[in-house]
Nanobody
Framework: QVQLVESGGGLVQTGGSLRLSCVASGRTFRWYDMGWFRQAPGKEREFVAAIAWSGGSTYYADSVKGRFTISRDDAKSTLYLQMNSLKPEDTAVYYC???????????????WGQGTQVTVSS
């Protein structure tokens, strides 16, 4: 398994931007498809975005399409999530995860980070 550590969360006003980072260690990062998920209080964890190991394919939840961008830097073993035009409903703990796209699509993964809090004020 790969160990994952997220950072970059915080408090931002509606319409603002944040960039989340997820640094991987332990196994070769470039072998993994990667994803971002989020969980708001009282709600189930939901898929946000995913990127294939090659970086050639990306996938987004409809709720973030056009506002969020997932990317990866294999040389730095780092996954990113650029979040623009943030809304109060984006408030959640954001998690990165590593596995195959098939597993990520089921909100399952062999490796999860500890999460970073994103709060969007209205």
């Amino acid at each position: 398994q790969v160990q994952l550590v997220e950072s970059g969360g915080g408090l931002v006003q509606t319409g603002g931007s944040l960039r989340l980072s997820c640094v991987a260690s332990g196994r070769t990062f470039r072998w993994y498809d990667m994803g971002w998920f989020r969980q708001a209080p009282g709600k189930e964890r939901e898929f946000v975005a995913a990127i294939a190991w090659s970086g050639g394919s990306t996938y987004y939840a409809d709720s973030v399409k056009g506002r969020f961008t997932i990317s990866r830097d294999d040389a730095k073993s780092t996954l990113y999530l650029q979040m623009n035009s943030l809304k109060p409903e984006d408030t959640a703990v954001y998690y990165c995860a590593a596995d195959t796209l098939r597993e990520l699509a089921k909100s399952q993964a062999g490796s999860w980070g500890q999460g970073t809090q994103v709060t969007v004020s209205s």
